[in-house]
């Protein structure tokens, strides 16, 4: 086995306006970072579209209808004041929730263990009905419905150490025992949610990390309170929301974490993922604005998921 | 990175009162969920650079307290100021 990459040609035609943070020149550093030599026994595919059908298991109808009726044939939409389409947006944004859903797939069916989505637009920060904070479909939520939809899982994981709260991801999940979601975060800032005693129906747990707290906090974090949750709930499957904007270089969050750090939390929830979910881990990428930082993180990510593929 | 008060100059010029009060906006603006993704960090820097001003405030004052209680006790002892 080795570890599948998915990646799609329209992750580039998702434009954003001049000066935004979330740019095409992110995936640009992600295809870099993968076409690197050390990089070459990774599998390569190309990541399928979602249909509506799936996206509307973690989204409204009427939602994902006006996602793709906001769709401009030319200029750019502002969905909010973070958050634009593009002409080529809506096949991006199909194809980043498509990349889930195949990854999903390829680990449930033993063709690898561990797959990562190299995609964006990110989709964290997508509710059930709302599009906000960069993102339009939640690619991570639409993944984890089609592994409960399709492949009959009772139980499903998400792990997000973006540095911002997974707001989306735990609208979609708040009621749902079948899934079981973590958030770590910087704490203030956006959403402005993720407190720890949202709870939801005991499936979500969230960790606020203060500013400038660093890699040391966010461990002790995961040792003490997101690891042992995520082992007792013995997941059949682990999906991580894989962002790198904790970096100590990003220019959106002040968590200050290191390369090293990236690659811890992906070994920890990796581990735990041998142990009580058959190995099955997928990851998406979420965000990560500092472009150095973003590759750098990414590869210790990414050398953290070869070697959780390559473990007995 | 945070910033320092230098990127906020007009925060030197504020009083402890004004800045105390913008900072509790600033604090209910990130906890509201309303402010952008991008402006979010940059609202948080402004307050952070509030909280230094009002500590670098609340210290003189404290140092000012310290110096009136020596200047009682004939220049022997000083007592810590106590906010409570």
């Excluded at chain 1, 797959?115 to 599009?131: I, K, L, Q, S, W």
């Excluded at chain 1, 639409?142 to 009772?154: E, S």
């Excluded at chain 2, 504020?14 to 913008?22: D, G, H, I, T, V």
Aim: with cysteine; proline share 5%; glycine share 10%.
């Amino acid at each position: 086995m080795s570890l599948v990459v998915y990646t799609h040609p329209s992750s580039h035609a998702h434009v954003t306006p001049p000066g935004h943070p979330e740019r095409v020149a992110r995936i640009e550093t992600v295809d870099g970072v993968l076409a690197s030599a050390e990089y070459d026994g990774l599998v390569r595919r190309a990541a399928p579209a979602a249909d509506d059908a799936a996206l509307k298991r973690a989204h409204e109808p009427g939602y994902v209808d006006a996602i793709i009726a906001a769709a401009p044939t030319e200029g750019s939409v502002a969905l909010d004041p973070d958050t634009h389409m593009s002409p080529g947006s809506l096949e991006a944004a199909r194809h980043a929730a498509g990349s889930v859903m195949a990854a999903v797939d390829a680990v449930v069916a033993g063709e690898t263990r561990a797959a990562f989505c190299g995609v964006r637009p990110c989709g964290h920060h997508a509710e059930r009905a709302r599009a906000m904070g960069f993102c339009l479909f939640n690619n991570v939520a639409v993944g984890a419905h089609h592994a409960l939809a399709t492949h009959g899982m009772d139980r499903v994981a998400v792990v997000d150490f973006d540095v911002h709260h997974g707001n989306g991801t735990q609208d979609i999940f708040e009621d749902d025992a079948r899934v079981f979601f973590a958030s770590s975060h910087q704490m203030p800032l956006y959403p402005g949610t993720g407190h720890p005693h949202e709870t939801g129906v005991g499936n979500i747990v969230n960790v606020a990390l203060g500013p400038m707290t660093g890699g040391k906090a966010m461990r002790d974090a995961y040792t003490a309170t997101v690891l042992p949750q995520l082992e007792a709930f013995a997941p059949e499957l682990v999906i991580i929301s894989a962002g790198f904007d904790a970096h100590v270089n990003d220019p959106l969050a002040n968590l200050n974490w290191l390369d090293s750090d990236f690659g811890w939390v992906t070994t920890e929830i990796c581990a735990v993922a041998r142990r009580v979910a058959g190995g099955r881990v997928v990851s998406s990428l979420e965000g990560g604005y500092d472009l150095e930082g973003l590759a750098d993180s990414l590869r210790a990510h990414l050398d953290a998921l070869i070697a959780h593929d390559a473990a007995g | 990175m945070a910033e320092g008060n230098d990127t906020h100059p007009d925060i030197a010029t504020l009083s402890f009162e004004a800045a105390l009060a913008e900072l509790n906006e600033v604090v209910d603006r990130l906890e509201g969920g309303e402010v952008p993704l991008e402006e979010s960090i940059r609202l948080y820097e402004r307050g952070e650079a509030l909280r230094r001003h009002c500590e670098t405030q609340l210290d003189a004052a404290e140092l000012k307290v310290e110096k009136i209680v020596q200047g009682r006790d004939g220049g022997v002892q000083t007592a810590q100021f106590d906010a409570e």
